[in-house]
Protein backbone atom coordinates (compact mmCIF):
# COMPACT_ATOMS: atom_id res chain seq x y z
CA UNK A 1 0.00 0.00 0.00
CA UNK A 2 1.25 3.52 -0.97
CA UNK A 3 0.61 6.56 -1.09
CA UNK A 4 1.19 10.20 0.39
CA UNK A 5 -1.71 10.48 3.52
CA UNK A 6 -0.45 13.70 4.93
CA UNK A 7 -2.37 16.74 5.73
CA UNK A 8 -1.42 19.86 4.44
CA UNK A 9 -0.93 22.38 7.46
CA UNK A 10 -1.60 26.22 6.97
CA UNK A 11 1.81 27.00 8.96
CA UNK A 12 2.97 26.10 12.29
CA UNK A 13 0.48 25.68 15.59
CA UNK A 14 1.60 28.52 18.25
CA UNK A 15 -1.69 29.84 20.32
CA UNK A 16 -2.26 27.15 22.88
CA UNK A 17 -5.55 25.75 22.78
CA UNK A 18 -8.23 27.23 25.30
CA UNK A 19 -9.03 23.61 26.09
CA UNK A 20 -8.43 22.27 29.26
CA UNK A 21 -8.05 18.48 28.12
CA UNK A 22 -5.86 15.63 29.32
CA UNK A 23 -7.16 14.45 25.55
CA UNK A 24 -4.85 16.18 23.22
CA UNK A 25 -4.46 14.27 20.22
CA UNK A 26 -0.21 14.11 19.50
CA UNK A 27 0.82 14.65 15.79
CA UNK A 28 2.94 12.06 15.79
CA UNK A 29 0.32 9.24 16.30
CA UNK A 30 -2.01 8.25 13.81
CA UNK A 31 -4.46 5.50 12.19
CA UNK A 32 -3.09 2.77 10.05
CA UNK A 33 -4.04 2.07 6.57
CA UNK A 34 -3.09 -1.40 7.03
CA UNK A 35 -3.04 -2.62 10.61
CA UNK A 36 -2.43 -6.38 9.44
CA UNK A 37 0.88 -7.80 10.56
CA UNK A 38 1.03 -8.33 6.39
CA UNK A 39 0.49 -4.95 6.22
CA UNK A 40 3.46 -4.46 8.76
CA UNK A 41 6.05 -6.00 7.52
CA UNK A 42 5.47 -4.60 3.35
CA UNK A 43 5.52 -1.02 4.84
CA UNK A 44 9.75 -1.31 5.60
CA UNK A 45 9.72 1.82 8.05
CA UNK A 46 6.69 4.44 8.34
CA UNK A 47 3.49 2.49 7.95
CA UNK A 48 0.90 4.46 5.48
CA UNK A 49 -1.55 6.05 8.04
CA UNK A 50 -4.48 8.72 8.47
CA UNK A 51 -4.25 12.08 10.56
CA UNK A 52 -5.87 11.22 14.36
CA UNK A 53 -9.04 13.80 14.48
CA UNK A 54 -8.83 15.00 17.88
CA UNK A 55 -8.17 18.55 19.66
CA UNK A 56 -4.48 19.49 19.44
CA UNK A 57 -2.41 21.30 22.27
CA UNK A 58 -1.59 23.89 20.22
CA UNK A 59 -3.93 25.80 17.44
CA UNK A 60 -3.32 27.48 14.87
CA UNK A 61 -6.01 30.25 14.54
CA UNK A 62 -7.24 32.66 17.27
CA UNK A 63 -10.63 31.85 18.97
CA UNK A 64 -11.23 35.79 19.42
CA UNK A 65 -10.76 36.76 15.91
CA UNK A 66 -11.98 33.46 14.08
CA UNK A 67 -15.62 33.35 12.14
CA UNK A 68 -16.89 29.59 12.10
CA UNK A 69 -19.48 28.24 9.69
CA UNK A 70 -21.76 25.73 9.71
CA UNK A 71 -23.44 24.31 6.86
CA UNK A 72 -25.59 21.19 6.66
CA UNK A 73 -25.90 19.23 2.90
CA UNK A 74 -27.79 16.44 1.57
CA UNK A 75 -31.31 16.33 3.09
CA UNK A 76 -32.67 14.91 5.94
CA UNK A 77 -30.63 13.42 9.12
CA UNK A 78 -31.97 12.11 12.64
CA UNK A 79 -30.05 14.25 15.47
CA UNK A 80 -29.09 17.09 13.26
CA UNK A 81 -29.64 19.78 15.43
CA UNK A 82 -28.29 18.25 18.26
CA UNK A 83 -24.88 17.82 16.42
CA UNK A 84 -25.43 21.34 15.19
CA UNK A 85 -26.01 22.58 18.72
CA UNK A 86 -23.62 20.22 19.95
CA UNK A 87 -20.60 22.25 17.76
CA UNK A 88 -21.94 25.84 18.60
CA UNK A 89 -21.55 25.18 21.96
CA UNK A 90 -18.15 23.85 22.12
CA UNK A 91 -17.31 26.65 20.08
CA UNK A 92 -18.89 29.60 21.77
CA UNK A 93 -18.29 28.05 25.26
CA UNK A 94 -15.31 25.89 24.92
CA UNK A 95 -12.77 27.20 22.44
CA UNK A 96 -14.53 31.16 22.92
CA UNK A 97 -15.64 31.48 19.23
CA UNK A 98 -18.05 34.33 19.07
CA UNK A 99 -18.43 34.59 15.27
CA UNK A 100 -20.49 31.82 14.53
CA UNK A 101 -23.11 31.52 11.38
CA UNK A 102 -25.07 29.20 9.96
CA UNK A 103 -24.81 28.90 6.14
CA UNK A 104 -28.44 28.30 4.43
CA UNK A 105 -28.82 26.48 0.49
CA UNK A 106 -25.91 24.30 1.63
CA UNK A 107 -22.61 24.07 -0.59
CA UNK A 108 -24.26 26.75 -2.88
CA UNK A 109 -24.76 29.26 -0.31
CA UNK A 110 -20.99 29.27 -0.04
CA UNK A 111 -20.63 30.23 -4.08
CA UNK A 112 -21.50 34.26 -4.94
CA UNK A 113 -22.62 32.84 -8.16
CA UNK A 114 -25.39 31.63 -7.12
CA UNK A 115 -26.75 34.81 -5.81
CA UNK A 116 -27.82 34.04 -2.30
CA UNK A 117 -27.26 36.42 0.43
Same mark, same amino acid.
Given at each position: ? @? =??? @???? +? &???????? +??????????? $??? +?? !???? $? #??? #?? $???????? !? &???????? @?????? !????? #? =??? #????????? !????? +????? $?????? =??????????? @?????
Amino acid at each position: M @S =GNY @STRK +L &GEPKIRSP +LESNFFVDDAN $GIL +LD !ATIR $G #CRE #CK $GNPPALEE !A &GPRQLIYF @SPEISK !AAIVT #C =GGL #CPGLNDVIR !ALTMV +LWYRY $GVKNII =GLKYGYEGLIP @SFGYK
